[in-house]
């Protein structure tokens, strides 16, 4: 049954958008080489005027960032570095309604989502990395492990925030400075947070954003001066990247692509796997590198899984962003968008069986309806590349042992799901699934206390938990006072 709902949009009047926003190098906002507009894919209206950070500006950002680094953060005792992340945190969701509300309005997600997930997700990465900052001495790194120095952050534009936060906290944590630079569709949120770290009185020169396209974040991968490079972003930029950082001796992380297969067995309760496959798929219209984007359903209850899956998506509230009873949002860019139809199209010409949800796109903005593949074979591009939008391709199975030859089919490694109603399954299944993260019965979980982070072409270093903080400290550093994080 499908229910009417009468429209319930979120005021947008706690959000005060500037004309134009600069750069933010060393603690306050500065002009740049030229400017950039900032569009809502909802409904293509201009936000605001953005400034796009030339070499010589990401060169002046790292210098603010060395200097923080040496004079100020790196020397800071532990203890004092957690007080600041305490309170960015508390800030965080003091602003949470301003913050989510903006998020929707620059990337095009429901308001349900950056408010419930967004930004308490970014808020809780900030305190569970407060926590560490005194006691990094005790996360199994050695007594005294050391920092690393500038760290130059790339992030794409799906979870604007919510991936600045997996970035920035763990780097300020272990003793960091950092040069961050926002995808150019999503700049806002990241310079609100600008904003909260001025409010929180963070040192300036400890954060700097720089805004700007790729060519932003190439200068930035390519400085001299900075001594890691954390990526999240597509596999091709990635191998860009790690190209670039061999022959620097910089650092590296990435966080790339995923191409998840999401597996359901016949003793899984189908409303429940419905509802797991539809967050797998549709959260955030798809636009998440750990989406479940192969569903794999064991051939005895296809038919069963497929109808109630079609009926579910025909309950999907599809249209404005900021109304808080919608399910899927705008697709975040133009570019976004005609990526997604050119891999439906394939699926089509290849001969997959294409079925999209009976809702209406808005006149105005960037959308495209939730749809499904049946018919899929494991060659089709839509079996094998990435979509990142909202389109799942279902595949059938006999055997578990079936199950994991089609699921680890793919240079991707990032996540994988599992439903089924025996643990002993689930664990044969966890132990043979190549993919960094596996949920079972269950899925886009995300706790920052967890590591999340690929395998193969989805990348290398982890994000979150204990061993995330790995990736911010030189573990084999010695014990020495000075750059010690943990002092
Ligand atoms: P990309 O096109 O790779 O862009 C990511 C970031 O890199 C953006 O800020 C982009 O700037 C910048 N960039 C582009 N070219 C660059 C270059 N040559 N050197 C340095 N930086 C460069 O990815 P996207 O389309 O924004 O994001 C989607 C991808 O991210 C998907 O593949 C998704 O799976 C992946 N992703 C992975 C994860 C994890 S945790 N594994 C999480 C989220 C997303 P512009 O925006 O200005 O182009």
């Known amino acids: 049954m499908r229910f009417e709902y009468a429209p319930a949009p979120e005021s947008r009047a706690i959000v005060t958008l ?96 950056s408010r419930d997930v967004d930004v308490p997700l970014a808020a809780a990465h900030f305190f569970y990395h407060a926590g560490w900052a005194d006691k990094l001495g005790y996360a199994g790194f050695g007594p005294s492990p050391r920092s690393l120095g500038v ?31 926002p995808a150019e569709t999503t700049p806002l949120t990241a310079l609100l947070f600008a904003e909260i770290c001025q409010q929180a009185d963070l040192p ?26 954390a990526f999240t972003g597509s596999t091709e930029v990635g191998k860009e990247i790690a190209r670039a950082c061999a022959v620097s001796g910089k650092r590296l992380t990435l966080e790339l692509g995923g191409k998840a297969a999401n597996v359901v067995f016949d003793d899984a309760p189908v409303d429940q796997a419905v509802e797991g496959i539809v967050n797998g798929i549709f959260f955030n219209q798809g636009h998440v590198c750990c989406a479940g984007s192969r569903l794999l359903v064991q051939e005895s209850v296809y038919d069963d899984v497929l109808a109630a899956l079609r009926r579910r998506m ?24 005609d990526k997604i139809g050119e891999l439906v199209s394939s699926g089509e010409a290849e001969g997959a069986a294409r079925w999209s949800a009976p809702c209406p796109l808005p006149d105005r903005g960037f959308w495209f309806a939730p749809t499904i593949f049946t018919e899929v074979s494991q060659a089709h591009r839509i079996a094998r590349e990435e979509i990142f939008g909202p389109v799942l391709s279902v595949l059938t199975f006999r055997t578990p042992a079936e199950a ?67 990736a911010y400290l030189d573990v084999a550093g010695s014990a020495d006072a000075a750059g010690s994080a943990d002092a």
Not at 155 to 166: D, H
Not at 213 to 219: L, P, R, S, V
Not at 316 to 336: C, E, F, M, W
């Open 151 to 181: 760290v130059g952050q790339v992030i794409p534009w799906n979870f604007p925030l919510l991936m600045l936060a997996w970035k920035v906290a763990p780097a300020l944590a272990c003793g960091n400075t950092v040069v961050l630079k």
């Open 404 to 470: 994991i030859e089609k699921a680890n089919n793919t240079p991707y490694g990032l996540s994988a799901g599992v439903w089924t109603e025996k643990g002993s399954l689930i664990l044969w299944m966890a132990s043979r699934l190549r993919a960094g993260v596996i949920w079972a019965n269950t899925f886009n979980r995300f706790d920052p206390a967890s590591p999340f982070g690929g395998y193969k072409e989805s990348g290398f270093g982890r994000e979150g938990g204990r061993h995330g903080l790995e």
């Open 18 to 113: 500037r004309d134009s926003y600069g750069l933010f190098i060393g603690g306050s906002f500065t002009g740049g080489s030229s400017v950039f507009k900032t569009i809502s894919p909802a409904s293509e209206e201009v936000l605001a005027e953005v400034t796009h950070a030339g070499p010589e500006d990401v060169d002046r950002a790292v210098a603010a960032a060395r200097q923080a680094y040496e004079r100020t953060w790196s020397v800071m005792p532990g203890r004092e570095r957690g007080k600041y992340l305490f309170r960015i945190a508390r800030i965080i969701q003091e602003r949470a309604r301003e913050l989510a509300v903006l998020e929707t309005l620059d990337n095009g997600k429901p308001i349900r989502e």
């Open 204 to 229: 300036p020169g400890v954060v700097n954003i720089v805004t700007g396209d790729g060519a932003t974040g190439q200068a930035l991968v390519a400085h001299p001066g900075i001594d890691k490079i």
């Open 314 to 337: 025909g309950t999907l509230r599809l249209g404005d962003p900021l109304d808080k009873n919608t399910d899927v949002g705008a697709i975040n860019s133009r570019a976004q968008l």
